[in-house]
């Protein structure tokens, strides 16, 4: 009998995380409750999970891509629609390539241009010896950081020697980089974002990775 | 709700992009937030998001309706996400091993005032294993029942009910850890 208890008590032990967020059927509900009312380890349980399931509701986390990400669906939706072979769903006709290739292309090259300038830049200033890292170095990205629009390649160089920074990657279709701290800069993930964040006309979002 | 997703499907698997705008905003941040908590990387979380969205698009005319849209999107979701973690370098992340978690784990009222602790709860979950995260995730984000997390994560409800079970233990094991560390 001893042994069926246990055997039925570990079976309904399995079952407390659901009984805790509420989606057991009736029966099972109505056996998890028998549990609590004669085990006090089963009440110390739940009001553990409880607990838990309380953080992990509350867990803050940054925002979703929202519109921006909706954004580069469609792009991608089209870059698709325009691969040999494939049509457009919406107009069953085969999308024109140089439509919108033309543009997303000059905005990659831009991209590009503008990452190149940058890490030239960070190495081009520092010495053999300063310990400078360039993008292919081997410090982990710690930082994320999109810049805005208009600024230029001069200011995001300078806002990263100035945040002890440099681009390990990016950007991505959001335009987000991750940066890096340069090795002997000495600074901080938390200066370094300081600094970022400080850089409103230049740095429009910066966050730890 | 549920019969508005199947008909937004239905929309979408017609070309209707208005459609896909509509569901975009009802899903994005569920599944967003979903991904993110397996892949513990924003930049990643963003792309495999993308990945997800791009695939119901091309695949809304496939949902049979055998199971919620939700269901559908999220199990997606998460096969998508392990792709991306197979593609990762091996041993990029630590992680809690289950079984030896397990060992000498302390009684729920033991660890109870650590798991009142936001950012030891966070650093904990974040150490468990994928799967048991999603697990976690699921049943208490998304406060799912467990036959509807069997079919996101593609397992036998058996399995989704352990791997709770271990999940629950490490952490357990992990606050502990961490209160007597005195960081809780």
Not at chain 1, 32 to 49: G, I, M, P, T, W
């Amino acid at each position: 009998m001893m042994a069926d208890n246990g055997k039925k008590d570990e079976a309904l032990d399995l079952l407390l995380p659901w009984y805790v967020n509420g989606t057991l059927d009736d029966g099972e509900r109505r056996q998890v409750e028998a549990y609590l009312e004669r085990s006090s380890h089963a009440r110390d349980e739940v009001e553990l999970l409880g607990a838990l399931r309380q953080q992990v509701k509350d867990e803050t986390i940054e925002a979703s891509p929202g519109a921006l990400g909706l954004q580069r669906l469609k792009r991608d939706m089209k870059q698709a629609a325009a691969q040999p072979g494939n049509f457009d769903r919406m107009a069953g006709k085969t999308v024109t390539v140089a439509s919108f290739w033309r543009p997303l292309a000059v905005a990659a090259c831009l991209a590009v241009v503008i990452q190149a300038g940058v890490m030239i830049g960070v190495g081009g200033f520092g010495t053999p010896d300063s310990g400078v890292t360039t993008a292919t170095g081997g410090s982990p990205a710690v930082l994320q950081v999109t810049f805005a629009p208009d600024a230029t390649e001069q200011q995001i160089r300078d806002t990263l020697q100035s945040a002890g920074a440099s681009i390990a990657d990016g950007p991505n279709a959001l335009g987000v980089y991750r940066l890096r701290l340069v090795d002997a800069g000495g600074t901080t993930v938390d200066e370094a974002l300081a600094t970022l964040r400080a850089s409103g006309d230049v740095v429009t979002f910066a966050e730890r990775n | 709700m549920t019969q508005d997703d199947r008909e937004l499907l239905s929309r979408m698997a017609k070309g209707d992009q208005s459609a896909l705008d509509a569901f975009y905003r009802a899903y994005e941040g569920r599944v967003y937030r979903f991904i993110r908590s397996k892949l513990n990387d924003s930049f990643d979380a963003a792309d495999v998001l993308n990945e997800v969205m791009f695939e119901v698009w091309r695949n809304a005319g496939r949902f049979e309706g055998r199971s919620s849209v939700s269901t559908w999107v999220l199990g997606i979701a998460h096969h998508k996400t392990i792709d991306r973690i197979r593609r990762r370098k091996p041993g990029e992340s630590v992680e809690l091993d289950p079984e030896m978690a397990e060992e000498g784990t302390p009684d729920a009222a033991q660890t109870l005032s650590a798991a009142q602790d936001a950012e030891q709860v966070r650093r904990c979950v974040d150490q468990l294993s994928e799967a048991h995260r999603s697990v976690v995730h699921l049943a208490f984000f998304e406060d799912l029942p467990y036959g509807e997390i069997a079919d996101i994560v593609g397992c036998p409800e058996g399995t989704v009910k352990t791997r709770m079970f271990h999940a629950k233990k490490a952490l357990m094991k992990c606050l502990q850890g961490l209160k007597e560390m005195g960081l809780s």
